[in-house]
């Protein structure tokens, strides 16, 4: 297993016509590989096939992918606007479900009204400017979800955790992980199981080299021993992150985070989200709109190169589940924690009323 001290998931070199630089989380944990996008397709093929995944870092990335995708030379600002229209369209074809793509990608849509100018060279450093607050707004999104998470569970020593939403998911700490990295800042002794989260594995291959870089007592379950281990009381709470949160609170995640809800409720154990206020969908009502990839049947089939399935087979790969919000007991945000989740309370903690 490699090590790193600070693991720096994506970062921006040079001015506006710089590149970005990912871990390329698809080599982790046997490897730590950075990969440089001086393309626009480098950026589309890394995000689609998930070198850099976890709905804010994708969000972060397609910010930076715009960079590249208006690097050439324009003769006026309606030329570059044009090219900028463009390149947000194509990235948002990425991928489908974390609604903060979207959302990074319409900030730098709206970054020419909002710095309005006729000269090119100032706008491409507005948009450098918009990128760049994007990753920075993260950063401190993440710390402020652990400071909050830490205070909400302040009682909890033992958790359940699933996919990835750590450090690599975001521009650093993560939100679930956040969390747990908070509690163990505090000096307090936790202890989190992570699912290994089928098909592709971001909790045995992700969340557990971070939390173990860490020093956070961790154990690797299978997702399917999620009931036992609750049935033996090991569990006192679950945390994830989300992909997408409607405006009553009902939120997507990795596959999977849908049965931990209804295990968890079975068993009397509070499944908490946590997600900063750039995962919130509030132009969708409930969990119903959100739409939900499908992955290639390879992912299952194939899982990490050998055959594990008869040729031929059907296969049905949703990425992700949606939670409804009464299986919520609390999401838990950069801007407070909505407890009693619903459409009051999630406008009401986000201040959009
Ligand atoms: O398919 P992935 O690996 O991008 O899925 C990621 C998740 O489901 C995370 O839990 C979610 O994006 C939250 S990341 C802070």
Not at 73 to 100: G, H, M, W
Not at 134 to 144: L, P, S, V
Not at 185 to 198: A, F, M, P, Q, S
Not at 297 to 324: L, S
């Amino acid at each position: 297993m490699v090590e790193t001290n600070k693991i720096e998931t994506l970062r921006w070199v040079g001015g506006f016509d710089g590149h970005l630089v990912m871990i390329d989380q698809t080599q982790l944990p046997g490897e730590l590989i950075e990969l440089e996008c001086r393309d626009i397709d480098t950026v589309f093929e890394a995000i689609q096939m998930l070198r850099v995944r976890g709905a804010p870092a994708i969000g972060i990335a397609g910010a930076y992918g715009v960079l590249i995708g208006i690097q050439s030379d324009f003769d006026s600002v309606s030329a570059l606007k044009i090219q900028l229209a463009r390149t947000c369209d194509y990235l948002a074809e990425s991928r489908p479900t974390a609604v903060n793509l979207f959302w990074a990608l319409n900030r730098m849509r709206r970054t020419p009204d909002e710095f309005p100018t006729d000269d090119v060279i100032e706008l491409k450093n507005a948009l450098l400017k918009t990128a760049v607050e994007i990753h920075e707004e993260d950063r401190q999104m993440c710390h402020a979800i652990g400071q909050h998470g830490a205070d909400l569970l302040a009682n909890v020593d033992s958790f359940l955790t699933h996919c990835n939403a750590g450090g690599l998911a975001t521009a650093e700490y993560g939100t679930a992980l956040s969390v747990f990295f908070t509690c163990h800042d505090r000096g307090r002794k936790i202890k989190v199981y992570v699912d290994e989260t089928r098909p592709l594995l971001q909790g045995a291959r992700l969340t557990t080299w971070e939390l173990m870089q860490h020093g956070i007592d961790t154990t690797l379950i299978c997702d399917s021993m999620a009931a036992q281990v609750m049935r033996e009381g090991r569990i006192e709470a679950i945390v994830t992150g989300a992909d997408r949160i409607a405006r009553n609170g009902d939120a997507a995640n990795k596959i999977g985070t849908y049965s931990l809800a209804v295990l968890a409720r079975h068993h009397g154990i509070p499944l908490y989200i946590a997600a900063p206020s750039s995962t919130f969908d509030l132009s969708l009502p409930d969990g119903d709109g959100i739409p939900i990839e499908e992955r290639r049947a390879e992912e299952i089939t194939h899982g990490f190169g050998r055959p594990t399935a008869p040729e031929g087979v059907h296969v049905y790969n949703p990425a992700f589940d949606v939670t409804p919000s009464d299986y919520i007991e609390a999401i838990i945000t950069e801007r407070g924690v909505i407890h009693e989740v619903n459409e009051d309370n999630v406008l009401s903690v986000l201040g959009i009323c």
